[in-house]
T-cell receptor, first 113, second 115 residues
Framework: DTEVTQTPKHLVMGMTNKKSLKCEQHMGHRAMYWYKQKAKKPPELMFVYSYEKLSINESVPSRFSPECPNSSLLNLHLHALQPEDSALYLC????????????FGQGTRLTVV | AQSVSQHNHHVILSEAASLELGCNYSYGGTVNLFWYVQYPGQHLQLLLKYFSGDPLVKGIKGFEAEFIKSKFSFNLRKPSVQWSDTAEYFCAVNAPSGGYQKVTFGTGTKLQVIP
């Protein structure tokens, strides 16, 4: 199984809503990543978890809150988002931090209204 | 800060034409290099990677890339493209940044192959 599964595939939320994005992998990878990709732009790193501990936070606003409940799961909790946060949110995993080879999920297309 | 440049933003080729997509990076030390492809409506997939050794690396689907350290380049090539190669291609570089290893993506090149 070389898949990274993200749910939901699409999400529309209001600026006062609280929602969560979920990511799951069963490859035994110990590093998991959240990226944000705006239209016609490259993926931008948001967070890195290594061995279930937050390793990197790329100065992401606190309205985005990551969580890694176990080695297979990665969540991104969303609260009080702004319309400019609308984007494709990608989850990725790799054996170790440092991107030995990363596997990406399909992404969650988020629209904030 | 580390930067990755892909100068070709949109490339249009006819089937069977040869392809070369440029990628340049700024970090002067040891790097790991990647090319990812994103087919329409699909997720990012690894095409090939360079960590060390032979600077000419071969990837999936007939793609190859050459690492030229003196030019800080990692260009992607394919001798003969197919319509199914229509996709967006991202170069990515893993290098130290602020005390940790960070991967930075280039801005991407959209390849359109005309039958």
């Amino acid at each position: 199984d070389t898949e990274v599964t993200q749910t939901p595939k699409h999400l529309v939320m209001g600026m006062t809503n609280k929602k969560s994005l979920k990511c799951e992998q069963h490859m035994g990878h110990r590093a998991m990543y959240w990226y944000k990709q705006k239209a016609k732009k490259p993926p931008e790193l948001m967070f890195v978890y290594s061995y279930e501990k937050l390793s990197i936070n790329e100065s992401v606003p606190s309205r985005f809150s990551p969580e890694c409940p176990n080695s297979s799961l990665l969540n991104l909790h969303l609260h009080a988002l702004q319309p400019e946060d609308s984007a494709l949110y990608l989850c990725a995993s790799s054996q170790q931090q440092g991107f030995t080879e990363a596997f990406f999920g399909q992404g969650t297309r988020l629209t904030v209204v | 800060a580390q930067s990755v440049s892909q100068h070709n933003h949109h490339v249009i080729l006819s089937e069977a034409a040869s392809l070369e997509l440029g990628c340049n990076y700024s970090y002067g030390g040891t790097v790991n290099l990647f090319w990812y492809v994103q087919y329409p409506g699909q997720h990012l997939q690894l095409l090939l990677k360079y960590f060390s050794g032979d600077p000419l690396v071969k990837g999936i689907k007939g793609f190859e890339a050459e690492f030229i350290k003196s030019k800080f380049s990692f260009n992607l090539r394919k001798p003969s493209v197919q319509w199914s190669d229509t996709a967006e291609y991202f170069c990515a570089v893993n290098a130290p940044s602020g005390g940790y290893q960070k991967v930075t993506f280039g801005t991407g090149t959209k390849l359109q192959v005309i039958p």
